[in-house]
């Protein structure tokens, strides 16, 4: 047997970085002296905002005795499948555990293990597919942890520049937020708790995602995104957040498909489409989908044996894909009350994917009273 290459141990820090579980330290008093990137997540807050707060203030459980228990500096604390609530997030339920730091009074390592039953990208209807994407929700997990690094380095970076360059950190800190929101609630979503909708402004749900694809790759000019909206159209119900990436995997891939022609185009329209309807399980009645967002290109175009298959987990044309975006627009899609379908233009070599979205005066959103809504055509 070989002996292991010998190399520079990590230090306690790089150690910590790496650990998928949130680990805060306390200093006397239980306010929070230090938190790993997994923390930052967990709370949802930077480290600069974190230090100093007092554990109790930040933090929820369902058994108020807990605080009262790890009072006593000394004696390591474990709780296990407790439920707790962190400020405007979802409830959640973890294991925690709470041990004296060694040769440091008063000073304790505190723990946490997120249990939350989570359903990451599952379809509508179950089966399969919920089962096969069980595995993107451990790597959704695993991607929090350096969302917290980029969003540090963007906030120092933020110091540095002049308020030109300054739009583009914030633009990196807003879309590491919104990445973070997008995987909790990934990895937070069941079919018994839907997600809220609300009205929204799809055209600036579009220039957003626009604004992050430019952002991204300010070295491709070569295709300009066609935008082609009516501007007469009124709000839809769904989500900000998902919008936005929902276009920006559409658009994404359609400039990957005509990358490779000189006269390649993307084209990004909105138009009213009436007649198209959904049967909505959740309120047993048929929701008008009048809206409809195309996103389109003229490349090569899906292979005709994949078409049928596209929207279905691990499929993808990419060598480095993983098969996962197009799942992912299908759900959010569908969390909005919505359908998304995909067609090819053989004739005018076009490929189009089309998203058909309710009106927010059509159905009310999921947190208001679904009684009083029973009237309404």
Do not use: W, Y
């Given at each position: 047997m070989s002996e292991p290459a010998r190399g520079a141990i990590p230090d306690a820090s790089r150690q910590l970085g790496s650990l998928s579980h949130a680990v805060i330290l306390l200093e006397p008093g239980q306010s929070i002296a230090s938190a790993n990137p997994a923390a930052e997540q967990f709370f949802g807050q930077s480290l600069r905002r974190l230090v100093g707060k007092r554990l109790g203030n930040i933090l929820t459980l369902s058994d108020a005795r807990f605080f009262e228990r790890i009072a006593d500096v000394e004696t390591p604390v474990s709780a296990r499948e407790i439920?707790?609530?962190?400020?405007?997030?979802?409830?959640?339920r973890i294991d925690i555990n709470v041990a004296p730091v060694a040769d440091c009074p008063g000073w304790q390592v505190l723990t946490i293990h997120d249990n939350t039953p989570t359903e990451a990208l599952g379809d509508d209807s179950g089966g399969?597919?919920?089962?096969?994407?069980?595995?993107?929700?451990?790597?959704a997990h695993e991607i929090?942890?350096?969302?917290?690094?980029i969003r540090g380095a963007a906030q120092l970076l933020a110091r540095r520049v002049d308020d030109r360059d300054r739009a583009l950190t914030d633009l990196i800190t807003s879309e590491v937020d919104r990445i973070a929101t997008l995987i909790d609630r990934m990895q937070h979503?069941?079919?018994?708790?839907?997600p809220v909708v609300e009205p929204c402004n799809l055209h600036e749900a579009a220039r957003r995602a626009i604004d992050v694809l430019k952002a991204g790759d300010l070295?491709?000019?070569a295709h300009r995104i066609e935008e082609e909206f009516d501007p007469s159209l009124p709000a839809v119900l769904g989500s900000s957040d998902g919008l936005v990436q929902v276009m920006i995997n559409l658009l994404s891939n359609a400039r990957e498909a005509c990358s490779d022609?000189?006269?390649?185009?993307?084209?990004?329209?909105?138009?009213?489409?009436?007649?198209?309807?959904?049967?909505?399980?959740?309120s047993g009645r048929s929701v008008r989908l009048p809206v409809e967002l195309r996103v389109s290109d003229n490349g090569p175009g899906v292979p005709a044996a994949m078409r049928e298959h596209i929207f279905?987990?691990?499929v993808t044309t990419k060598?480095?894909?993983?098969?996962?975006?197009?799942?992912?627009v299908r759900k959010l899609v569908r969390d909005m009350n919505g359908r998304i379908s995909h067609e090819r233009d053989e004739a005018g070599g076009w490929t189009h994917f089309r998203i058909h979205l309710p009106l927010a005066r059509e159905i009310k959103p999921r947190t208001a009273d679904k009684n009083k809504d029973r009237g309404r055509a």
């Open positions: 439920v707790v609530r962190i400020k405007d997030r979802a409830t959640r399969a597919d919920n089962a096969a994407l069980r595995g993107p929700e451990i790597m929090k942890n350096p969302l917290a690094g979503l069941s079919r018994r708790t839907p070295a491709n000019t022609q000189d006269t390649g185009r993307v084209v990004i329209r909105t138009r009213f489409a009436s007649g198209l309807q959904l049967h909505a399980a959740e279905e987990p691990f060598k480095a894909g993983q098969g996962l975006g197009l799942p992912l």
